[in-house]
């Protein structure tokens, strides 16, 4: 029998700006769908990332958190940590830089350096009282 | 099928270490970098039960019993001691919190009516959480 995994969770956290608009619709359109996003503001987001896997019986780790910090801040806070989101190559082509398209941004980022099977969930809070969750496809 | 699910946060303060009795301290001191060094945490155990309500209590879950039930089979054998050295339980066991998640999900899976307990989480600081829940998978 499989031993059951062990779910491990780490938490970042990043600030960044962001603005919505949608280019193929008017000023006025974008005022009346998305209001005062439409102004670029900014966020502290905070990523937990959550890894599935069995434990090492060696180390007792299903991976080592160190090295976690560094895959991820390698791949995700160097690359947002106060930068403007809209101006990202992700956000370029009229992505709207919400936390669901966000999110999912970091998912396309971290899966191949972490293993979309050892990859269980990312939780982006845009603020303390909102989140989205991303499983991945 | 359980409808609900009731979590209850626990804490407890401990010391531990990193270490393994395979490796040398040099190997050690390497893999687990400072967490080689005793140290400690104020540890947050979040245990998650599944029930179906009763409609008698409007309760799927007593927390009182569940309180005792923690405070007997965990709470006792871990606040302030040493994890790494002064837990019969934990003898042998590096005390990551993979390790921990697995060793308090079997003391209070023993504890408990069978198939009650969901899921156990260990918190060891704000950042780090490590979550156990047996053969099911976790959403």
């Given at each position: 029998?499989?031993?059951?995994?062990?779910?491990?969770?780490?938490?970042?956290?990043?600030?960044?700006?962001?603005?919505?608009?949608?280019?193929?619709?008017?000023?006025?359109?974008?005022?009346?769908?998305?209001?005062?996003?439409?102004?670029?503001?900014?966020?502290?987001?905070?990523?937990?990332?959550?890894?599935?896997?069995?434990?090492?019986?060696?180390?007792?780790?299903?991976?080592?958190?160190?090295?976690?910090?560094?895959?991820?801040?390698?791949?995700?806070?160097?690359?947002?940590?106060?930068?403007?989101?809209?101006?990202?190559?992700?956000?370029?082509?009229?992505?709207?830089?919400?936390?669901?398209?966000?999110?999912?941004?970091?998912?396309?980022?971290?899966?191949?350096?972490?293993?979309a099977?050892?990859?269980?969930?990312?939780?982006?809070?845009?603020?303390?009282?909102?989140?989205?969750?991303?499983?991945?496809? | 099928?359980?409808?609900?699910?009731?979590?209850?946060?626990?804490?407890?303060?401990?010391?531990?270490?990193?270490?393994?009795?395979?490796?040398?301290?040099?190997?050690?001191?390497?893999?687990?970098?400072?967490?080689?060094?005793?140290?400690?945490?104020?540890?947050?155990?979040?245990?998650?039960?599944?029930?179906?309500?009763?409609?008698?209590?409007?309760?799927a879950?007593?927390?009182?019993?569940?309180?005792?039930?923690?405070?007997?089979v965990?709470?006792?054998?871990?606040?302030?001691?040493?994890?790494?050295?002064?837990?019969?339980?934990l003898?042998?066991?590096?005390?990551?919190?993979?390790?921990?998640?697995r060793?308090?999900?079997?003391?209070?899976?023993?504890?408990?009516?069978?198939?009650?307990?969901?899921?156990?989480?260990?918190?060891?600081?704000?950042?780090?959480?490590?979550?156990?829940?047996?053969?099911?998978?976790?959403?």
């Open positions: 029998m499989t031993p059951a995994p062990v779910y491990v969770t780490r938490k970042f956290t990043f600030s960044a700006a962001h603005h919505y608009r949608q280019p193929a619709w008017s000023d006025e359109e974008n005022r009346r769908v998305f209001g005062a996003l439409t102004v670029p503001h900014g966020h502290n987001y905070a990523l937990e990332v959550t890894l599935v896997g069995a434990v090492d019986e060696r180390t007792g780790m299903v991976m080592d958190l160190a090295e976690l910090k560094r895959l991820v801040g390698d791949a995700v806070i160097a690359r947002f940590d106060h930068a403007d989101l809209n101006a990202d190559p992700v956000f370029a082509s009229g992505r709207i830089p919400t936390t669901e398209n966000l999110v999912r941004a970091c998912w396309d980022l971290l899966a191949p350096k972490l293993g099977e050892r990859l269980h969930r990312l939780r982006l809070w845009e603020d303390p009282t909102f989140y989205v969750e991303y499983f991945g496809s | 099928m359980s409808a609900y699910r009731l979590t209850r946060s626990y804490h407890f303060s401990a010391g531990h270490r990193l270490a393994s009795a395979a490796l040398s301290d040099d190997e050690n001191a390497r893999l687990y970098g400072q967490c080689f060094r005793p140290h400690g945490h104020n540890y947050t155990v979040e245990v998650t039960l599944a029930g179906t309500l009763d409609p008698a209590t409007g309760m879950g007593d927390l009182g019993e569940l309180d005792r039930t923690v405070e007997r965990l709470l006792d054998h871990v606040d302030h001691y040493d994890l790494s050295s002064a837990v019969p339980a003898d042998g066991v590096i005390t990551t919190g993979e390790n921990l998640a060793a308090f999900w079997g003391w209070l899976a023993a504890a408990l009516p069978p198939g009650r307990l969901e899921r156990v989480a260990v918190v060891e600081t704000a950042n780090n959480t490590f979550e156990y829940c047996g053969s099911r998978s976790l959403r």
